[in-house]
């Protein structure tokens, strides 16, 4: 069974803000992550990640460091961590090496470069017992997950005085409900009550918060500011090997009149439908998509090591009777919402990436 450090046994662990006149460390960001359920997810690539580094380590195959050293300048640039010294003190304040910063790159290049292998399941190197590791810390910190789950933490956080006000109301919550604190350890929680109660707290006056900012006025306010990037596409695409069979495709549908489906059908390619919003597609269509008529074919574009011919077959005006619309809507009030109170209430001791 792994552990998460508990609360009262992380006074060394680095500070990540403060919020109400109180402090909030690594330990209990993660703490929180797990009991949200954001943890696992994570921890479940890197297994598999770590284990692919591991396994080409062991095949003695080469690392390229120009290709390493231009995902750490990707990293820095988008950080604005210009100068060294810039960037050794902004791994410092999560408690990182220059070494294990570099050392957290070589893991990215083989994870990147044997992730499209056939080898999906390499054999496990890495002893789950063992996961909260300093490898594991090092690659956590420096990822855009560590600063969604900070985030989380620090909007709870934000809404204390409430709790605190709530908290004498809430008799039924004095104390964990029958099997509460086992459930807490089996979830790599430390046995710790109070801190169980806490997060109980925290969660519930968040969900509370928020159903309070969703009002109707408020999601048709957020529906006009988005309107232009939910729209609902109606779109059929196929995906090819190559640019040069991509393009030929296009030309067949261009100039012979034949459609997706019969391409599909003659030569034994799978015929993909969806229905996207406009801005879950790649920032290069939402233009071409947004100014196409219905029946339009676009050129082929690139997706990763695959490329895709796509046509439009109809785009609907957002509403919030749309479901997925709607979700996005909430969202984007939410975060705002939380964002005002982060602004008032908390205060960073590591810099936090604005987008997370």
């Known amino acids: 069974m792994y552990s998460v ?4 046994s992380a006074a060394g662990s680095p500070l990540v803000f403060k919020a109400h006149g109180r402090s ?3 330990a209990q960001t993660l703490q929180a992550a797990e009991f949200r359920g954001d943890l696992q997810p994570y921890r479940n690539r890197w297994f598999h990640e770590s284990a692919l580094a591991s396994h080409a380590n062991k095949c003695l195959e080469e690392t390229d460091h120009n290709a390493v050293q231009q995902l750490q300048d990707e990293y820095r640039y988008r950080r604005n961590l210009t100068t060294a010294e810039e960037c050794e003190e902004w791994l410092a304040s999560r408690g990182i090496t220059v070494e294990e910063f570099r050392r957290h790159f070589v893991h990215r290049y083989w994870a990147r470069k044997l992730a499209s292998r056939t080898e999906r399941e390499p054999p496990r190197e890495v002893d789950e017992k063992d996961w909260f590791t ?15 789950m900070a985030r989380k933490l620090a909007w709870r956080a934000a809404l204390g005085p409430a709790v605190d006000n709530r908290q004498a109301s809430r008799s039924e919550m004095a104390e964990p409900g029958p099997g ?8 790599g929680m430390p046995n710790d009550p109070a801190w169980w109660r806490e997060l109980e707290r925290m969660e519930a006056e968040f969900e509370r918060e928020s159903r309070e900012v969703l009002t109707l006025d408020r999601r048709r306010q957020g529906l006009a500011a988005l309107r232009p990037y939910l ?5 059929e695409s196929l995906e090819l090997d190559s640019e040069a069979a991509a393009r030929e495709v296009f030309l067949c549908v261009k100039q012979d009149g034949l459609s997706l489906g019969e391409l599909a059908a003659q030569r034994g390619y799978v015929l993909k ?30 997706m990763g090591e695959r490329f895709r011919v796509v046509r439009l077959k109809s785009r609907g005006e957002p509403g919030l009777g749309d479901p997925g619309v709607q979700r996005r809507v909430d969202t984007g009030i939410i975060r705002r919402h939380f964002l005002e109170l982060e602004l008032r209430h908390v205060r960073w001791q590591m810099a936090i990436d604005e987008a997370a």
């Open 231 to 235: 729209v609902r596409l109606e779109l």
């Open 273 to 302: 439908q969806e229905r996207p919003l406009l801005e879950e597609l790649p920032s290069q269509w939402q233009p071409v998509l947004l100014g196409a008529c219905p029946g339009a074919v676009l050129s082929p574009a690139r």
């Open 5 to 8: 450090p508990t609360a009262s």
């Open 180 to 187: 509460a604190t086992g459930q807490a350890v089996q979830r």
């Open 24 to 26: 909030f460390n690594l």
């Open 134 to 148: 300093r490898a594991f810390l090092t690659d956590l910190m420096l990822s855009t997950e560590f600063d969604r």
